[in-house]
């Protein structure tokens, strides 16, 4: 089992920053890759963000593509999800997840383990 706990979510206006963060534990060696989904109220999850824990290679949605950054720390087991020039359509609650697949990592079913979740609110 591999347990992912979310900080950093918040009220933020349009145009500011926020920066989440998930930490990892337990059997972490079987993580492969990690990712951050969303979802906003009567909306489906979408896909935000993955990171190959090895490698480094990122991968994003068009939506968020060059305003936030993934990334992880080895040492601490923990990911990050850096979020620039945010929009109030960035607005939902944000859930990390683990996979120990590499591959079809847009895909939310490819991931095993999820966190509970972090509210983040942009107001316009």
């Known amino acids: 089992q591999v347990q992912l706990v979310e900080s950093g979510g918040g009220l933020v206006q349009a145009g500011g920053s926020l920066r989440l963060s998930c930490e990892a534990s337990?059997?972490?060696?079987?993580?492969?890759?990690m990712g951050w989904f969303r979802q906003a109220p009567g909306k489906e999850r979408e896909f935000v963000a993955a990171?190959?824990?090895?490698?480094?290679?990122?991968y994003y949605a068009a939506s968020v593509k060059g305003r936030f950054t993934i990334s992880r720390d080895n040492a601490k087991n923990t990911v990050y999800l850096q979020m620039n020039s945010l929009k109030p359509e960035d607005t939902g609650v944000y859930y990390c997840?683990?996979?120990?697949?590499?591959?079809?990592?847009?895909?939310?079913?490819?991931?095993?383990?999820w966190g509970q979740g972090t509210q983040v609110t942009v107001s316009s």
């Open positions: 997840a683990a996979s120990r697949a590499g591959w079809g990592l847009f895909d939310h079913g490819v991931y095993d383990y």
């Open positions: 337990g059997r972490t060696f079987s993580r492969v890759a």
């Open positions: 990171i190959h824990w090895s490698s480094g290679s990122s």
